[in-house]
């Protein structure tokens, strides 16, 4: 069975306040999995079964007392970054988020449940990921949240072996405040508002429901949205998409190396046992590429969707200001795309080595570009005459060599009031699942 997995095109907000993830992965986990760590040598039962789906969600924890009215956001907040403000609301859902407006890093941190669903819709079973709430975990406990309610974190993908699945997340008890913007440890930006710092990590799950979790300064400032577990031919790395920096321009180094794509070294120690290193930057883009003005530095980079099809890593870019939101490729071969656009060589391999760098250049001119557009998919900066952007690609999927699916969430807005609201939401002709095809002619 060949192991697919489509990633989240949008969180929507539930009742009792309950986060619904589109995020799946269609399993293709062999039964055969070797034990690892258990008693006696045996594994425990299986907990999730070939030809199922998982489904990620988080839940918020609707307590009042998780935002105070007027207490200062965001936590410990540098008041030479002129971003302080007070909280209005407590954290009664959905007004809690009634923050946001004031607080431009708000979120809060919530736990991940991990749901297996049969394809007819039954749900067999639900795994929670360890966390704070739990009883037992205390704060050097392995665990791991994501932020409620971004839109763009818990995308799941297999390990190309199949054997895994792997998403995103960061190390912080639940109910913390603007975890999502806060620095990471090792990449600190004095201009970013929020004064707190947490390790991102990346969690990988096998089929016996087994977590093993890998810290990383990647992504400081914002967030981490996917990973990949390359286990093929004795490899042992994870390749992430996310985006990194919540501070002014320019940005620090390590922010900088943390922004995009990374290369991480997966950490079999517990949490409170691993020591990150800087981040690795496995890629990077520049508009420069397609003749346009340079952006903000790293925020061409802002990447959420990943796949890896034919010993290519692939990502998508579907939000912010800057860069072009379209399909990317990495080209490990330096010649696939002379002018910022083309297709993989046939003989392109997988990417095992982070990106060379000159440091004392990257907080001026950025990363050396090693990444190219799809040919064929848009290639219009967001900043182009003004124009806002017509494309939210987030999602991609390769059903073969020459037909690619590619989830496209729109652009979100929730303006306008009765009939308008969906005007606006019928014009967006690009949303939804798209299907492209190769041109064999023109290679487009």
Same mark, same amino acid.
């Given at each position: 069975?060949?192991a697919?997995a489509?990633?989240?095109?949008r969180?929507?907000?539930?009742q009792?306040?309950?986060?619904?993830?589109?995020a799946?992965?269609?399993?293709?986990?062999?039964?055969?999995?070797?034990?690892q760590?258990?008693?006696?040598?045996?594994?425990?039962?299986?907990q999730?079964?070939?030809?199922?789906?998982?489904?990620?969600?988080?839940? #918020?924890?609707?307590?009042?007392?998780?935002v105070?009215v007027g207490e200062?956001?965001?936590?410990?907040?540098?008041?030479?970054?002129?971003?302080?403000?007070?909280?209005?609301?407590? &954290?009664?859902?959905?007004?809690?988020?009634?923050?946001?407006?004031?607080?431009?890093?708000?979120?809060?941190?919530?736990?991940?449940?991990?749901?297996?669903?049969?394809?007819?819709g039954l749900?067999?079973?639900?795994?929670e990921?360890? $966390?704070?709430?739990?009883?037992?975990?205390?704060s050097?406990s392995?665990?791991?949240?994501?932020?409620?309610?971004?839109?763009?974190?818990?995308?799941?993908?297999l390990?190309?072996?199949?054997?895994?699945?792997?998403?995103?997340?960061?190390?912080?008890p639940?109910?913390?405040v603007?975890?999502?913007?806060?620095?990471?440890?090792?990449?600190p930006?004095?201009?970013?508002?929020?004064?707190?710092?947490?390790?991102r990590?990346?969690?990988?799950?096998?089929?016996?429901?087994?977590?093993?979790?890998?810290?990383?300064?990647?992504y400081?400032?914002?967030?981490?949205?996917?990973?990949?577990?390359?286990?093929?031919?004795?490899?042992?790395l994870?390749?992430?998409a996310g $985006?990194?920096?919540?501070?002014?321009?320019?940005?620090?180094?390590?922010?900088?190396?943390?922004?995009?794509?990374?290369?991480?070294?997966p950490?079999?120690?517990?949490?409170?046992?691993?020591?990150p290193?800087?981040?690795?930057?496995?890629?990077?883009?520049?508009?420069?590429q397609?003749?346009?003005?340079a952006?903000?530095?790293?925020?061409?980079?802002?990447?959420?969707?990943?796949?890896?099809y034919?010993n290519?890593?692939?990502?998508?870019?579907g939000?912010?200001? $800057?860069?072009?939101?379209?399909? #990317?490729?990495i080209?490990?071969?330096?010649?696939a795309c002379?002018s910022?656009?083309?297709?993989p060589s046939?003989?392109?391999?997988?990417?095992?080595?982070?990106?060379?760098f000159?440091?004392?250049?990257?907080?001026?001119?950025g990363?050396?570009?090693n990444?190219?557009?799809?040919?064929?998919?848009?290639?219009l900066?967001n900043?182009?005459?003004g124009?806002?952007?017509?494309?939210?690609?987030?999602?991609?999927w390769?059903?073969?060599p020459?037909?690619?699916?590619?989830?496209?969430?729109?652009?979100?807005?929730?303006s &306008?009031v009765?009939t308008?609201f #969906?005007?606006?939401a019928?014009a967006?002709?690009?949303?939804?699942?798209?299907?492209?095809?190769?041109?064999?002619?023109?290679n487009?």
């Amino acid at each position: 069975m060949t192991a697919q997995a489509a990633s989240g095109a949008r969180k929507r907000r539930m009742q009792k306040g309950s986060i619904a993830l589109a995020a799946m992965a269609t399993l293709a986990l062999p039964l055969s999995l070797s034990a690892q760590n258990s008693g006696f040598g045996f594994p425990p039962p299986p907990q999730f079964f070939p030809g199922n789906l998982v489904v990620s969600r988080s839940v #918020y924890d609707n307590q009042a007392s998780n935002v105070s009215v007027g207490e200062a956001l965001p936590p410990d907040c540098p008041p030479s970054t002129d971003a302080c403000v007070t909280a209005v609301n407590n &954290g009664t859902y959905p007004f809690v988020f009634n923050n946001a407006p004031v607080d431009a890093s708000f979120g809060i941190t919530s736990r991940i449940f991990l749901d297996q669903m049969t394809p007819f819709g039954l749900r067999l079973n639900t795994l929670e990921v360890p $966390n704070s709430l739990d009883r037992g975990i205390t704060s050097t406990s392995n665990q791991m949240v994501t932020s409620f309610s971004s839109k763009s974190e818990l995308a799941l993908n297999l390990s190309l072996d199949g054997n895994y699945l792997t998403f995103m997340g960061y190390k912080a008890p639940v109910n913390t405040v603007d975890v999502s913007n806060s620095n990471a440890p090792l990449a600190p930006d004095p201009t970013n508002p929020v004064g707190q710092s947490f390790f991102r990590v990346v969690a990988r799950l096998d089929q016996f429901g087994r977590f093993t979790f890998t810290e990383t300064n990647a992504y400081s400032g914002n967030n981490g949205r996917a990973a990949i577990l390359n286990n093929l031919d004795g490899k042992n790395l994870f390749y992430a998409a996310g $985006n990194a920096g919540n501070g002014s321009n320019p940005q620090p180094l390590n922010v900088d190396l943390g922004a995009g794509a990374q290369l991480i070294d997966p950490s079999h120690k517990p949490e409170n046992e691993q020591d990150p290193p800087l981040p690795s930057p496995l890629g990077s883009f520049s508009v420069t590429q397609l003749g346009d003005p340079a952006d903000k530095i790293g925020k061409d980079d802002n990447f959420r969707g990943l796949t890896v099809y034919n010993n290519v890593v692939y990502l998508t870019k579907g939000s912010g200001s $800057n860069g072009v939101n379209t399909v #990317y490729f990495i080209d490990t071969t330096g010649s696939a795309c002379p002018s910022g656009t083309g297709v993989p060589s046939p003989s392109a391999k997988l990417p095992t080595d982070p990106l060379s760098f000159v440091a004392s250049t990257v907080t001026t001119d950025g990363l050396p570009s090693n990444m190219c557009i799809l040919s064929g998919f848009p290639t219009l900066s967001n900043k182009a005459k003004g124009a806002n952007p017509v494309n939210f690609p987030f999602g991609v999927w390769f059903a073969n060599p020459t037909t690619l699916y590619v989830a496209d969430e729109g652009d979100g807005s929730t303006s &306008g009031v009765g009939t308008a609201f #969906y005007t606006h939401a019928a014009a967006q002709t690009n949303a939804g699942l798209e299907k492209w095809v190769l041109d064999a002619s023109s290679n487009t």
